[in-house]
């Protein structure tokens, strides 16, 4: 994948996540009777921009895209004329400024909610939660778990997909408890196991908590037969044909198509020869891999497909839909159990838990919005929906400058019914700012040790 490939999807997303916060911000202080002077994406001097409306609000695009802001009338910006004090943010009641300030995290709330419920109501397909073989010595191979078992529940509720399983799963470890599964083997029949989830980690770099039980998603054996072929690809070329079962590459046998695949990756421009069947008859013909960069790395293909997978789907994937009323519950479920999830999280990272290499930054958000655009529709969308949870997460902390210490200063207000002096507001605004600092410097970090570490 090239830099696009990565930079457009990042930009999407990051364009419409703060186009949907700061026009949360926008909207409920028009209802609130707030005068809204700019509505801005992104920060520094604007490169665009018009004004519109009865107001002439200017509504701008500025140069630096990590942001916007939503600028309205207020006494202590700059000075306000008589006639429209009326329309002042400092001078609207503290019920409705509070209501103003968090309706931009809500906004980002309800994005993902009807993100996930056009997946769930639409159909979208996941991998079925189908184990491997468990690693030998683990405690999944321990607890009797088998190849091929597909789990059905866990502590009694339901597991659609792979990702519900990994979700529960990383829950649970981060709660210290252990779980009770039910698994369905290829005999049909029902087994019950134990997880103890005591001394499984979350940090970063570490093999999910799934792995580290020696659980890994099932992928069945598919046998090395070549399906479809690219015209213009290096195995139409060199003359393969649709049918043709590989026996070996380089006099290195090949029993499945797994084999075939990382031959191919390893050896990108570099000639190799292929021995293969071809209706009962056995020839040798020499492919040399197209080069192509992924993740920045140069790796092999040859741009021919596999037969038989479509027999392998049903074991593999499950297609999960949702009535509309069913969707919308388990939409509202995934943004609490995300929105949850994040705070346990931070929670850990400040009692020193959990490893702030967990935190991470705007270049690995971009890898991940590539990598989900290149997936597919279905996963982008899932992706843009856990980014606006997390999004709309972080502007509530209770740190001045973001949305959640605006709230705070609004909440001691209607408590002790003054405002809180300028001075302690200055003060608060100072001190925000060197924790954004902080948090900004821990995240590029951690994106620049997970550049050098690939």
């Not at 290096?234 to 590989?246: I, K």
């Not at 000639?271 to 209706?279: G, H, T, Y």
């Not at 919005?369 to 972080?394: D, N, R, T």
Request: hydrophobic letters at 45%; glycine letters at 10%.
């Amino acid at each position: 994948m090239s830099l696009l490939d990565y930079l457009l999807p990042f930009a999407l997303a990051m364009g419409v996540l703060i186009l949907i916060h700061e026009y949360g911000h926008y909207l409920v202080a028009r209802w609130c009777g707030v005068k809204v002077l700019r509505f801005c994406l992104g920060f520094g001097k604007p490169i665009f921009s018009r004004r519109l409306g009865a107001d002439q609000t200017e509504w701008a695009i500025a140069a630096f895209p990590l942001g916007g802001y939503v600028k309205m009338l207020d006494e202590r910006e700059g000075p306000v004329a008589e006639h429209e004090l009326h329309r002042a943010f400092n001078r609207k009641p503290v019920l409705q400024r509070m209501a103003v300030v968090v309706a931009g995290p809500l906004a980002n709330f309800l994005l993902a909610i009807g993100l996930y419920w056009g997946l769930y109501s639409g159909g979208v397909e996941e991998l079925r939660p189908r184990v491997a073989a468990p690693v030998a010595g683990s405690q999944a191979a321990a607890l009797g778990f088998a190849e091929g078992d597909l789990i059905r529940s866990i502590d009694g509720e339901p597991v659609d997909t792979w990702q519900d399983f990994r979700w529960q799963l990383l829950n649970a470890t981060l709660e210290h408890r252990s779980l009770r599964v039910e698994t369905l083997n290829e005999r049909q029949e029902l087994n019950f196991h134990t997880l103890d989830l005591k001394g499984l980690s979350v940090e970063q770099g570490q093999d999910d908590p799934a792995q580290q039980l020696g659980l890994n998603l099932y992928r069945p054996r598919v046998a090395p037969v070549l399906g479809g072929l690219t015209p213009k690809g290096a195995a139409a070329q060199a003359g393969l044909q649709s049918g043709d079962r590989v026996l070996a590459i380089n006099d290195a046998p090949i029993e499945d198509w797994t084999q075939l695949v990382q031959q191919v990756r390893a050896a990108p421009g570099q000639p190799l020869r292929f021995q293969v069947e071809r209706a009962g008859s056995r020839m040798v013909l020499d492919v040399t891999p197209a080069s192509q960069d992924e993740n920045g790395k140069p790796v092999g293909r040859i741009g021919a497909g596999v037969a038989d997978l479509e027999l392998q789907r049903d074991k593999i994937f499950v297609t999960v839909h949702y009535g509309p009323l069913a969707a919308l519950t388990k939409s509202l479920r995934q943004t609490w159990n995300t929105t949850t999830l994040s705070l346990t999280v931070m929670g850990r990272m400040i009692t020193g838990e959990v490893s702030v290499k967990n935190l991470s930054g705007p270049v690995t958000i971009a890898d991940f919005a590539g990598q989900s655009a290149k997936m597919g529709w279905g996963h982008y969308i899932k992706f843009l929906a856990l980014i606006s949870i997390s999004l709309g997460v972080l502007n509530l902390l209770p740190i001045p400058v973001l949305d959640g210490g605006h709230l705070l200063y609004y909440l001691i207000e209607f408590v002790k019914g003054s405002p809180i002096p300028e001075r302690a507001m200055i003060i608060g605004q100072q001190i925000g700012m060197a924790l954004l600092a902080m948090l900004m410097a821990f995240a590029f970090y951690n994106d620049i040790n997970r550049l050098v570490a690939s």
